[in-house]
T-cell receptor
Framework: DTGVSQDPRHKITKRGQNVTFRCDPISEHNRLYWYRQTLGQGPEFLTYFQNEAQLEKSRLLSDRFSAERPKGSFSTLEIQRTEQGDSAMYLC???????????FGPGTRLTVT | AQSVAQPEDQVNVAEGNPLTVKCTYSVSGNPYLFWYVQYPNRGLQFLLKYITGDNLVKGSYGFEAEFNKSQTSFHLKKPSALVSDSALYFCAVRDLRDGGYNKLIFGAGTRLAVHP
C-alpha cells in the first residue's frame, strides 16, 4: 500500500502524559498537513510542512503541541501534558507539489482519560 | 470570513434513486472546492475537485458535483445511489487567506444513508 500511513491507530493515555504520533506520507509528496477532527465535526487544520520546513501553524495549536518533519520525509506530532480536550482523531494528509488534492491517512484516535 | 456550510446533517435515499448532498461556501476570490468521503474508522478519501473550467465536475465512484458561482454552491450528486455509498461526506474549500499553502476548511459533514 503506497498511501499515507499513521501510527498508532489508537492511543489511550492519562491526562498529563505526553504522546507522539507519526505520519508517513506518500513518498513523492513534498507537502504534509496535520488536521484534528472531533466527533460530529469536519477536520480542522493544525499545521503544514513543505519539505522539512513548517510554514504555517493554526492558532488551535497551543504551545503544548509540536510537530516536526526531519529531512522532509515522515512527520511527528507531539502533545505534551495532555488534557481531556485533546481527545480527537488526528489526521495527516500529503499532497504533491503542483496538485491540489490532499490524500489522508487513516488517522490516530487519541483518548485522554 | 472563509467558510463552508453543509445544511443537512443526514440525507436518506433509496437505492437506485438519485442523491444530492448540499454544500455552500463563502470565500473571497475564486474558490477551490473539494468533496471527500469518510467510511467508519478510515481516513478521508478524495472524491473530486473544482478548480476552474467546466461547472460540472466528475469524480470517483460515479459521483459528480455542480459548481454554481451565483448561488455559491457545490452540490454533490449521483444519478443512482448504492447501499455502499452510505458514509460521511465532507465538502471543503481552500483557505485563501494563506500564502498558497492549500490548507482546507471543511464543512461539518453530511451522513448519507442509502436504504435497500
Amino acid at each position: 500500500d503506497t498511501g499515507v500511513s499513521q501510527d498508532p491507530r489508537h492511543k489511550i493515555t492519562k491526562r498529563g502524559q505526553n504522546v507522539t504520533f507519526r505520519c508517513d506520507p506518500i513518498s513523492e509528496h513534498n507537502r504534509l498537513y496535520w488536521y484534528r477532527q472531533t466527533l460530529g465535526q469536519g477536520p480542522e487544520f493544525l499545521t503544514y510542512f513543505q519539505n522539512e520546513a513548517q510554514l504555517e501553524k493554526s492558532r488551535l495549536l497551543s504551545d503544548r503541541f509540536s510537530a516536526e518533519r526531519p529531512k522532509g520525509s515522515f512527520s511527528t506530532l507531539e502533545i505534551q501534558r495532555t488534557e481531556q480536550g485533546d481527545s480527537a482523531m488526528y489526521l495527516c494528509a500529503s499532497q504533491a507539489g503542483g496538485s491540489y488534492e490532499q490524500y489522508f491517512g487513516p488517522g490516530t484516535r487519541l483518548t485522554v482519560t | 470570513a472563509q467558510s463552508v456550510a453543509q445544511p443537512e446533517d443526514q440525507v436518506n435515499v433509496a437505492e437506485g434513486n438519485p442523491l444530492t448532498v448540499k454544500c455552500t461556501y463563502s470565500v473571497s476570490g475564486n474558490p477551490y472546492l473539494f468533496w471527500y468521503v469518510q467510511y467508519p474508522n478510515r481516513g478521508l478519501q478524495f472524491l473530486l475537485k473544482y478548480i476552474t473550467g467546466d461547472n460540472l465536475v466528475k469524480g470517483s465512484y460515479g459521483f459528480e458535483a455542480e459548481f454554481n458561482k451565483s448561488q455559491t454552491s457545490f452540490h454533490l450528486k449521483k444519478p443512482s445511489a448504492l447501499v455502499s455509498d452510505s458514509a460521511l461526506y465532507f465538502c471543503a474549500v481552500r483557505d485563501l487567506r494563506d500564502g498558497g499553502y492549500n490548507k482546507l476548511i471543511f464543512g461539518a459533514g453530511t451522513r448519507l444513508a442509502v436504504h435497500p
